[in-house]
T-cell receptor, first 111, second 115 residues
Framework: RKEVEQDPGPFNVPEGATVAFNCTYS??????FFWYRQDCRKEPKLLMS???SGNEDGRFTAQLNRASQYISLLIRDSKLSDSATYLC????????????FGTGTQLKVEL | DTGVSQDPRHKITKRGQNVTFRCDPI?????LYWYRQTLGQGPEFLTY????????KSRLLSDRFSAERPKGSFSTLEIQRTEQGDSAMYLC?????????????FGNGTRLTVT
């Protein structure tokens, strides 16, 4: 089983739609969780951290379910500029801040 | 620009040749990471440094790969006797000593093509 699993997509949605991505992780001792965004042929960039209580940043909402070991990202009112690959990222326990990335979910927002 | 910088941006080499990449992290960051990314995959951890100490290496890092960070500032990643399977994007990232919640800041990457 992969350490971090995501549906690769692509998710093709119309502009203005709400879209949700899920991600599961295998190591129950993982402590830190993130969503990164990666544009085509660019480096990954931090989108948001994911906190136990859930957190929101504008149109983006992240949720963590430790019992089921999954993380979600909800994007409301999607824009063309949201088209990218969204990487689910989990911090490996044991220190060092080594991050383990999922394969990413590709989102295409269309007119 | 005070972000993470990598050099070169692109490298094309013939199988069997050695290549070396350089990464300059954000100056106040003491942690430096190397990742590798192939098409359709997420970045895969290779190794990381805290200051000049290399604290962890992935099993992906065969004996043909070596990384250094001699003065705790810039780092180099060398691949000896390159193989076609080494073709990938090599990403460097750095983070501040803020524990597990410090985000990684990535450089633009070095795209390696082995012919």
């Amino acid at each position: 089983r992969k350490e971090v699993e995501q549906d690769p997509g692509p998710f093709n949605v119309p502009e203005g739609a709400t879209v949700a991505f899920n991600c599961t992780y295998s190591n129950s001792a993982s402590q830190s969780f993130f969503w990164y965004r990666q544009d085509c042929r660019k480096e990954p960039k931090l989108l948001m951290s994911v906190y136990s209580s859930g957190n929101e940043d504008g149109r983006f909402t992240a949720q963590l379910n430790r019992a089921s070991q999954y993380i979600s990202l909800l994007i409301r009112d999607s824009k063309l500029s949201d088209s990218a690959t969204y990487l689910c990222v989990v911090n490996a326990p044991g220190g060092g801040n080594k991050l383990t990335f999922g394969t990413g979910t590709q989102l295409k927002v269309e007119l | 620009d005070t972000g993470v910088s990598q050099d070169p941006r692109h490298k094309i080499t013939k199988r069997g040749q050695n290549v070396t990449f350089r990464c300059d992290p954000i100056s106040e960051h003491n942690r430096l990471y190397w990742y590798r990314q192939t098409l359709g995959q997420g970045p895969e951890f290779l190794t990381y440094f805290q200051n000049e100490a290399q604290l962890e290496k992935s099993r992906l890092l065969s004996d043909r790969f070596s990384a250094e960070r001699p003065k705790g500032s810039f780092s180099t990643l060398e691949i000896q006797r390159t193989e076609q399977g080494d073709s990938a994007m090599y990403l460097c990232a750095s983070s501040s000593p803020g524990g597990g919640n410090s985000p990684l800041h990535f450089g633009n990457g070095t795209r390696l093509t082995v012919t």
